[in-house]
């Protein structure tokens, strides 16, 4: 595999990752993470942002049934309150069985 002969030191054989060549010695370099640079960045921004686009896609499956809800729990609040009132007991008072 590779290339380039046998394997005498300090032989370079090739482009490809530089086998063969000593190793550099005596260089140093230091980084450090972006994200220990910044940890926060943009974190305001893309939770604001992130939360409207999740509402946006989310409102058509939550809304309707919450409006469907309410209605029906209006309705039902004001049947109560008519079949519990003099003219709902009278209306349906040939109905009841004691």
């Known amino acids: 595999m590779g290339g380039g ?3 005498i030191p300090g032989v370079y054989m ?3 990752g530089n086998f063969g060549s000593l190793p550099q ?3 140093t370099s230091y ?3 972006p994200n ?3 940890p926060m960045a943009g974190a305001l921004h893309n939770a604001i942002f992130n939360n409207f686009r999740k ?4 409102a058509l499956y939550v809304i309707p049934p919450f409006i469907v809800a309410y209605y029906v ?3 039902a609040e004001k049947r109560n309150h008519f079949l519990n009132s003099k003219e709902g007991r009278a209306l349906y008072a040939d109905q009841e069985q004691d």
């Open 36 to 38: 220990r640079q910044k």
């Open 31 to 33: 980084s450090i993470s």
């Open 5 to 7: 002969g046998g394997k």
């Open 55 to 58: 509402f946006r896609q989310s």
């Open 73 to 75: 729990m209006d309705w």
């Open 25 to 27: 010695k005596g260089v």
């Open 14 to 16: 090739g482009w490809w």
